[in-house]
């Protein structure tokens, strides 16, 4: 092994240890210095920590409801969380405090309000007419269950159902329960002995409002006169009862049962149903009822004015259909037609024309929740086929296991990804718009584009534009389709090292500028793509094979400070597969039968044809040495200009010039040091290192859990919480011999104390707080690139923090960021002349300073697990250094642009999330956001400029935040407006002969039977109400139809400005004199009550 110059390594560890000593008092002078030089504009005002916007499927949906004017959709989660979606583009997330699950919600229709109702039994209003809804009341039940709500349209009173089989009526405007009680032993016939049941189905007859359909699990359903509280009919059946709903002429209703049937009754023939329908059950012969079926968890019957009406339920399939998708059946006239779906159906809704029940419906379309989905089945075209869904709730398509965030990308990117994605979409859509159209997009207040890349466990990674806090999906690439799939679990390769999604994506590294893009799989495989727009036809996929193992041998090379050129290439057993000669200290052939040279992925040898957007450059994989595993890669980089990639696991570092597709460096962790490592090691055999091979999905969530060879190298997971025992002076050989490559950087600056000009190098950061520095040396552009090798040496240059290195950047004298060179993107396969060649592989100067005379015009920003440190350059002194904690670790920095000036963002697994100015690392912002739960949070959480941030917040939802003061403000704005003001449509026309003989709907005055007045005040001790936060702006939103007209009055008076007290008091005094008017009315009628009239 060639040894590197001693004299350098000590005096790179001396430049460190000597800042480390020196007094802090000469730290602050130097600091001093250095802020007069450079003159930093961030302060702690510009930053302000919250969230944005959530993207994603709601996860672990449970309730769902639909305002048919508003045309909003609401959707509640078993985690208490309220998502409403209105046209695409206008998303809104709530939470409830509590975090009980939501099993049922209830637009007021039309009124810009929600009613939902908890598991905890808690029943909350919500408040749409705000951009962020809030809760304007509370009500907890104390002793009762409750099971289900009704509103009906139109109405204030809200019925509800609990577990004990009674019904209570509360107000929605007060929130306050009324004394009017329907017990379950009144409802019921009185011979009846046992009890009917939780209440699972209210509703009043569509025709008249003073009848209520109460159904009992049971089997029971009661009609009840609201006035007369008495039932007037009951309706008995043997099968237990899931779902009832209404035929709009309120003569008929329809029950879903327990054993897959349907019962069909006329109101007024309680004695048996009208008619039984099995919908999927087997009719037999003899007459004989037909085999039960599994449950039909719910029905909806709706007529049309044209044809026969639809009947439209889930469940119900036959016993004997195991292994069967869930279904969604649609029944119309004599046609079944059974929708199969991808996930079981949590609920669904027919969305009818008409919020009146007592109407033709006019169902044109059925939106089904599913457990990781949302479908919508246009009704009104022959086959009954699906809207395309334009909201962002794919993201979880695969489990996502990383994801990289783009701010202020290059303006043509997001159209390039557009059009090459356009040609992936599906076809045979419904040719309708999307019916759920609700609500008013926000201003966009931003002009830059932003992009979020996410990799996911089948080998996919999908491009996403997130520009003004909205999603769309762009382009979806399939790593995965380079490799050879095993037909069957039979044939599954044992060369795997996961047993469980061999091709999920780890690492993500993308140039913007250049479109290059290079991943890194869990199978150890890294693989390089190249933006085209043309098609192309790859007959031999390009393929490199790298031995990488950690082995110490006594191995010495001549004297010097390059690595000798790497040997040609040799092929190997697979014609098209190129395996190079590995570095001297790690050849080594298995004659023992041990499983050696063997990459884990097989890649195809048939020609691969390539669409439009991302193709294969270069596939690279690890191979197994003397039946020892490749090791997982740790850290990635690509850089565009110099046309190398560079990886590193817990064994070493590769690099690997892309272009010539040749290994230029293949080099354990240990070697980089040379001669000089710091640490005391050991030989160590690598099989005695063994890690476990741990797989990569969590069985509960389908999230990535890596074990200990896939997370960061020096955590330990306990109890599903993390902490980090690390001490400083690094003694054990098991920590040694696990110093993985954790941080790359390529970067144009000095390499060495003696530079007098930057030049291209590589940054290595690794597990035990090491940087290394590697110079390369290219070739000119042109042709010389292709056919010249890149040197690569050693620069003898080290560094030391405390903790794994994350990551580091490079500022010029200014302050301003160094940006890694890079080139700009042309079309790979287009003719050019060579002078179109040779710009093309010149890379971008980015040199800071034109003036070389200047002995420091570089600090180089490096942040680790534990601190950060500011370094100048050439000289290597420390200048700036901050501790960032002492008792947890950093999970992820970035040194980011805000406000045209740079700072490090950190979050850390305590839940903190921090900036510091650069260069000085002055603290601005360190605020509790939120604590380490699970490993995909400390996975997915990634900064970006601009003051952006995001993280995935459940497996299937990735939640943005900012931490800049200016989008906070600008926040209200940007967010879109659930509410707009709709005319209620017209009440159906009655018609005179049915208005004459009480043939239509008949109304009822709730106020006379559920007010204080007439039923008295409910018991105390049976809820609690709790006003809401929802403050002035709630009082705001609530003022509508519902609220009455004081309420309403109040809403004008507040939109012109006048205040809530004024307002009070204007009310108070017109009831004053209201009031004194009223006196006066009766003093004169009694002063003239015996009075004739002509004696006035």
């Known amino acids: 092994m060639r040894k590197f110059n001693i004299r350098k390594v000590l005096d790179g560890l001396t430049a460190v240890s000597a800042v480390a000593s020196a007094s802090s008092a000469a730290q602050q002078q130097q600091a001093g210095n250095r802020e007069t030089e ?28 639909f305002d048919p004017v508003q045309k909003i959709l609401a959707i509640g989660t078993q985690t208490g969380a309220l998502r409403l979606f209105g046209r695409p583009g ?53 002793r009762e269950r409750i099971t289900f709500c009704h509103l009906p349209f139109q109405s204030k009173w809200l019925y509800v159902g609990t577990e004990r089989g009674n019904i209570h009526i509360v107000n929605v405007e007060s929130f306050t329960l009324s004394g ?8 019921i016939e009185l011979s009846s002995k046992s009890h009917p049941g939780p209440v699972v189905h209210i509703s009043d007859n569509p025709m008249d409002e003073g009848k209520l359909l109460i159904g009992f699990e049971s089997g029971t359903v009661v009609l009840w006169d609201l006035k007369s509280k008495k039932a007037d009919y009951r309706y008995t059946h043997d099968e237990a009862i899931h779902s009832v709903a209404w035929h709009h002429e309120g003569k008929q209703f329809i029950c879903s049962h327990s054993d897959g049937t349907l019962t069909i009754w006329n109101v007024k023939s309680p004695t048996k149903p009208f008619q039984t329908i099995t919908p999927h059950g087997k009719q037999l012969k003899d007459g004989k009822k037909p085999e039960p079926c599994k449950p039909i968890l719910k029905v909806e019957y709706k007529t049309t004015r044209a044809g026969e009406p639809f009947i439209i339920l889930s469940g119900g399939l036959s016993y004997d259909t195991v292994g069967r998708r869930p279904c969604l059946t649609v029944m119309h006239g004599k046609s079944t037609a059974v929708l199969e779906m991808d996930y079981s159906i949590v609920d669904f809704l027919t969305l009818c024309e008409t919020p009146y029940p007592n109407d033709f419906q006019e169902p044109y379309a059925v939106v089904v929740l599913l457990e990781k989905d949302l479908v919508l089945i246009d009704l009104a075209q022959n086959g009954y086929p699906i809207f395309e869904n ?153 393929m490199l094979e790298v031995r990488l193992l950690y082995e110490i041998n006594d191995v010495e090379t001549p004297d010097g400070e390059q690595v000798p050129p790497v040997p040609t290439p040799g092929t190997g057993s697979n014609p098209q597969s190129i395996v190079p000669q590995s570095h001297p200290s790690t050849s080594s052939s298995s004659s023992d039968g041990l499983r050696d040279n063997v990459p884990c992925l097989k890649v195809k040898n048939s020609p691969l044809k390539q669409s439009p957007g991302y193709q294969i450059e270069l596939v690279i994989q690890l191979v197994w040495v003397s039946g020892e595993p490749p090791q997982q890669i740790t850290s990635l980089a690509i850089n565009s200009a110099y046309g190398l990639v560079v990886f590193g696991n817990c064994n070493g570092i590769a690099m690997v010039d892309y272009l010539q597709k040749t290994v230029l460096l293949n080099l354990g962790t ?103 520095v590697i110079a390369l040396n290219l070739p000119p552009g042109g ?156 996975r997915t959480f990634c900064f970006t400029d601009n003051g952006q941030a995001l993280y995935l917040v459940s497996p299937t939802e990735i939640q943005r935040l900012t931490y800049s003061q200016e989008t906070c403000e600008n926040l209200q704005e940007m967010l879109g407006e659930l509410f707009t003001l709709v005319e209620t449509p017209e009440a159906p026309n009655r018609g005179f002969f049915k208005g004459l003989f009480g043939g239509g709907a008949q109304s009822l005055d709730r106020e006379e039977l559920f007010g204080e007045s007439a039923s008295g005040k409910a018991s105390r001790s049976l809820a609690q109400h709790i006003p809401g936060p929802g403050g002035i702006e709630g009082v705001k939103g609530a003022a509508s139809g519902v609220v009455g007209e004081l309420a309403r009055a109040r809403l004008a008076l507040d939109e012109r400005g006048q205040k809530l007290g004024e307002l009070e ?32």
């Open 38 to 65: 450079i003159q930093e504009t961030l302060q702690s005002e510009h930053f302000q920590l919250c969230k944005t916007v959530r993207h994603g499927f709601p996860y672990q949906p449970s309730a769902l409801a």
């Open 1065 to 1096: 008091e204007k009310t108070a005094a017109m009831l004053y004199s209201a009031d004194s008017f009223s006196k006066h009315a009766h003093e004169m009628m009694l002063k003239y009550k015996d009075k004739k009239w002509y004696q006035f």
């Open 783 to 938: 042709e010389q690139r292709l056919l010249q090798p890149v040197i690569v040496s050693p620069s003898g240059t080290i560094l030391r923090l405390k903790g794994a290195i994350l990551r580091m950047a490079f500022l010029d004298t200014t302050g301003s960021l160094v940006p890694p060179a890079h080139e700009t993107w042309r079309e790979h396969y287009e003719d050019k002349d060579e002078k179109e060649k040779a710009k093309k592989r010149r890379p971008v100067s980015v040199s800071p300073s034109s003036s070389q005379e200047i002995s420091e015009n570089q600090y180089a920003v490096i942040c680790s697990e534990k601190q950060a440190k500011v370094i100048s350059l050439p000289s290597q002194n420390c200048i700036y250094k901050q501790n960032i904690t002492e008792t947890s670790f950093v999970l992820r920095g970035d040194i980011v642009s805000l406000s045209n000036s740079i700072c490090l963002a950190c979050f850390c697994a305590n839940g903190h999330i921090m900036t510091f100015s650069l260069p000085s690392l002055r603290p601005l912002l360190d605020v509790y956001y939120l604590p380490l739960t699970n490993m995909r949070i400390a």
């Open 390 to 542: 334009p909201y962002p709730l794919t993201i979880h398509e695969s489990p996502v296991t990383c994801c990289e965030y783009f701010a202020d990308c290059p303006v043509d990117l997001i159209p390039a990804l557009y059009s090459v994605g356009a040609r992936q979409k599906r076809q045979g859509y419904s040719k309708k718009e999307w019916p759920i159209s609700g609500g008013n997009w926000g201003v966009i207040t931003q002009s830059y584009s932003e992009i979020i890349i996410t990799g996911h466990a089948d080998g996919s990674i999908k491009f996403w534009d997130a520009s003004a806090i909205t999603l769309q999906v762009l382009y979806k690439l399939k790593t995965a389709k380079v490799f050879e799939k095993s037909r069957n679990k039979d044939e599954k390769p044992n060369t795997d090292i996961v047993d469980e999604d061999p091709y999920a994506i780890q690492i993500i590294s993308w140039c913007a500028e250049s479109r290059m893009l290079c991943i890194a799989g869990v199978s150890a495989h890294v693989i390089i793509y190249r933006f085209s727009k043309q098609e192309v036809t790859t007959e031999v996929i390009p």
């Open 90 to 142: 206008v998303e809104c997330y709530c939470q409830h405090d509590s975090g009980a699950a939501v099993i049922q919600l209830q637009f007021l229709i039309n009124e810009g309000a929600l009613v939902s109702a908890l598991a905890d039994d808690t029943l909350h209003l919500w408040n749409l007419r705000q951009k962020r809804p809030a809760i304007l009341h509370s009500l907890k039940f104390n």
């Open 670 to 772: 240990i070697e980089l040091y040379g001669s000089n490592d710091p640490y005391r090691r050991e030989p160590r055999s690598p099989r005695k290192t063994r890690q476990p091979s741990g797989g990569l999905c969590d069985i509960n969530e389908g999230t990535v859990v890596p074990e200990d060879r896939c997370k960061s190298p020096t955590s330990d997971v306990k109890d599903n919480s993390f902490s980090r025992s690390r001490s400083s002076s690094v003694t054990s050989i098991d920590k040694e011999s696990r110093e993985a490559i954790s941080a790359l950087h390529f970067c144009e600056t000095f390499t060495r104390k003696a530079d007098t000009s930057p030049s291209p190098c590589l940054w290595v950061g690794t597990t035990l707080g090491t940087v290394l």
């Open 180 to 187: 009017y009680v329907i017990m379950w032993n009144k409802a």
